[in-house]
Structures are given as C-alpha cells and as structure tokens.
C-alpha cells in the first residue's frame, strides 16, 4: 500500500506542476507559441531561432483560420515545457494505476485510479481542442476543471486505501458547508478569468482588466473573505480541541495565500507572476477542501 501511496503523492505533485506551468502559460500569453497539436511548428522539438522555420510557417501552422503569431522563442518554449510536464504527469497517472491494479489495496481505491488515468487520456485530447480553438476562455475553463477533476480523483483513491486518518463525523456539516462554498467561489472565479481573458484579446492595458470584468469581481472577492473567514474559525476551532490537523492546516495556508495574491493583484494590476500562484493556491485550497469531506465521511471517525 505505501508503495501506491508514494505513486499517488508524485501524482499529486505532477498535476500541481501542470497547473503551474499552465498558470505560467496564460500569464505570459503563450498559449499559442506552439500553433499545432501535438507537434509544435510541425517539430517534435521545437526551434530556437525562426531561421529554423519555414519562409510561410504563419500561414503553413495557420489552425482553423486562427492565423499564427510571429514566432516568439519564449513563448514557444514555454508552452512546450507545459505540454512536456502533462506527458510527464500522464505517464506518471499510469505508474500509478498500474500500481493499484497488481496492489492489495481496496477494490474502490483501484477503480479511482483507473479514472484518473482515463480523465488524464481525456485531458490529453481536451488540451488539442484548446489550440484548435485558440484558446477559446469557454475551452481553457472546461481543460482547468479536468485537471482539478483528475486531482480530486486522485486524492480519492489514495484516501480510499487508507492511508490517511480520518476526522471526526462531527465535523461533516463544515466540511459540506465549505464543499460548497469552493464550488460557488470556483464559479465565480472561472467567471473573472474569461472576463479577463476577453480584456485581454481587446487589447486593453492590465490597470483596465478590473473595471473591464465590472461587478463581477467585487462579488469574487466578497466571498473569498466570506471563506477565509470561515477557514479561519475551523483552525482556531481544531486548535482549542487540541491538534489541528494537517488537511486543516494545508487548507488555512492556501486560504492566507491565495487572499494575500488576490490582494496583489487588485492592487498592482494583475502582475503575471502572481496569476499562477494565485491558481495553485486557489486549486489546492479546492482539494484540502475535498480531502477534509473525504475524511470526515471515510474511515476511522473516532481519529484525528
């Protein structure tokens, strides 16, 4: 069972990458440095130098009419290095699949990671339709949600071969109660990032982005203090009784981290570099959210 543990851990780690690295690819705008799918400028490596490229590569790579970019080696290079990390993570995902498959784990916990290997076969194919669609804010929200699906799944499986305590039942009613509120706030959030991206594609300036997504923000915002406050109140709440436990403490750290880059980028503009880790923090707050249901409803409720 350790040894599917460990496989479920890297996983975990990969998939965090992956958002990362796709984190660092819309900041930068370098969604479209690689044109076509899956090679990039029709190369399995891609080139360093447009010397390297054909006279006609803008209309030759030209992807559904979308037209291609001037070749950008930055660009390019980092959206290679993205595709690079989710073949990585997938091979990964099987690793680990194949190590529930021939474990002694729980039958549950085999199906789980079997899924998450068919969400990741499937997450391969979604990040194709992403290029053809030039990405389309409707396809890069749909290719985001599969990613958290595939960690949700994975966390799933790993906690169902009991590797992990368990939290007392009583604290179910929070653990839904704050299920939902990730839901509604990672709605929300979605919402902001396509208004974004809509004001990104007209052109206009970083400073004009919040004006730009209107209410619509203020909302967004409005209800991550909503939460942190509530995140906030279970710690102390846990650190009264005794321990706070690790799920609990991952959670009010992610929750400090993505509050404080909200705050960085309302008032600095949105600064690239916070926009990605504004997005893992935010996706792992979703999952310690995840995991702390998934303890209180599994396993040993009398541990904590």
Same mark, same amino acid.
């Given at each position: ?15 965090? !990458? ?16 690689? +044109? $076509?799918? +899956? ?9 360093? $130098? ?48 194949? *190590? ?37 804010? =409707? ?6 949600? =599969?990613?958290?699906? %595939? ?13 992990? +305590? ?9 653990? !839904? ?66 321990k706070i436990p690790t799920t609990v403490a991952v959670m009010t750290a992610a929750t400090l981290f993505a509050s404080v880059l909200g705050a960085v980028m309302y008032y ?20 310690? %959210? ?5 303890? *209180? *409803?599994?396993? $040993?409720n009398d541990a904590r």
């Open positions: 069972m350790q040894r599917f543990v460990r496989w479920g851990v890297a996983c975990w780690v990969m998939v965090g !990458l992956v958002v990362l690295a796709g984190g660092v690819v819309r900041a930068t705008g370098a969604g479209m440095g690689c +044109p $076509d799918w +899956p090679k990039c400028f029709g190369l399995w490596i891609p080139p360093t $130098d447009v010397s390297s490229l054909p006279p006609d590569y803008q209309t030759r790579y030209n992807v559904h009419g979308h037209g291609v970019e001037p070749f950008n080696v930055y660009k390019t290079w980092t959206e290679y290095i993205n595709r690079l990390l989710g073949a990585a993570s997938g091979l990964v995902v099987l690793g680990f699949a194949g *190590t529930g498959l021939f474990s002694g784990v729980a039958s549950r916990a085999k199906r789980a990671a079997v899924v998450s290997l068919v969400l990741m076969a499937f997450q391969g194919w979604l990040g194709s339709k992403v290029v053809d669609s030039n990405l389309a804010p =409707v396809m890069v929200t749909v290719h985001m949600v =599969v990613a958290l699906t %595939i960690i949700l799944t994975l966390m799933t499986a790993v906690h169902w071969a009991r590797a992990f +305590p368990a939290i007392e039942r009583r604290y179910f009613r929070h653990a !839904l109660a704050l299920t939902a509120m990730i839901f509604v706030q990672t709605v929300l959030g979605t919402r902001v990032r396509e208004a974004v991206d809509v004001q990104t594609f007209a052109g206009a300036e970083r400073a004009a982005w919040i004006k730009g997504v209107g209410a619509l923000f203020y909302v967004h915002r409005s209800f991550s203090v909503l939460m942190a406050g509530y995140v906030l109140f279970l710690a102390w709440r846990f650190r009264r009784e005794g600095a503009d949105f600064p690239a570099w916070a926009q990605p880790l504004h997005l893992v923090s935010a996706t792992a707050l979703a999952a310690s %959210i995840f995991y702390f249901l998934l303890q *209180t *409803t599994h396993g $040993d």
